[in-house]
């Protein structure tokens, strides 16, 4: 059985983008994940050890974001899934989702989002 913690809504403002005013600009992004492991023993003792710390995976989703650029926001999401998995063993599954809100198309909506699942090999 696999518990459930979720960061919602992470905002970092990063310069990904298939065309370079994107790249030479920035724009925001927001990411929600979730992240699939066994909480039992955190249950049990309390302590911040058995579990993940979220400013720990916020900072590694932050870091990826800025050391490294990306074309495609799908990239983007398996390179940050991958850091979490060597960073975090007792992560078992992660779901990313990126959102870029402000879109340079020709036409009106609200963001483009991806959605990653991966499970540990």
């Keep these: 059985m696999s518990d459930i913690?979720?960061?919602n809504n992470i905002r970092i403002k990063a310069k990904h983008g298939y065309y370079q005013a994107e790249r030479d600009l920035g724009q925001l992004f927001e990411v929600d994940l979730e992240l699939s492991l066994d909480l039992n023993r955190a249950l049990e003792t309390d302590q911040l050890e058995d579990s993940v710390d979220f400013e720990e995976i916020h900072k590694d989703v932050v870091a990826e974001f800025s050391?490294?650029?990306s074309w495609?926001?799908?990239a983007?999401?398996?390179k940050i899934i991958?850091?979490?998995f060597d960073k975090h063993p007792s992560i078992e599954k992660i779901t990313i989702r990126?959102?870029?809100p402000q879109i340079p198309i020709?036409?009106?909506l609200d963001n483009a989002e991806i959605e990653l699942t991966r499970k540990r090999r």
């Design 67 to 69: 050391e490294n650029q």
């Design 98 to 100: 990126i959102r870029k």
């Design 82 to 84: 991958t850091r979490l």
């Design 106 to 108: 020709n036409g009106i």
């Design 5 to 7: 913690i979720r960061l």
């Design 76 to 78: 983007l999401g398996g």
């Design 72 to 74: 495609l926001i799908e």
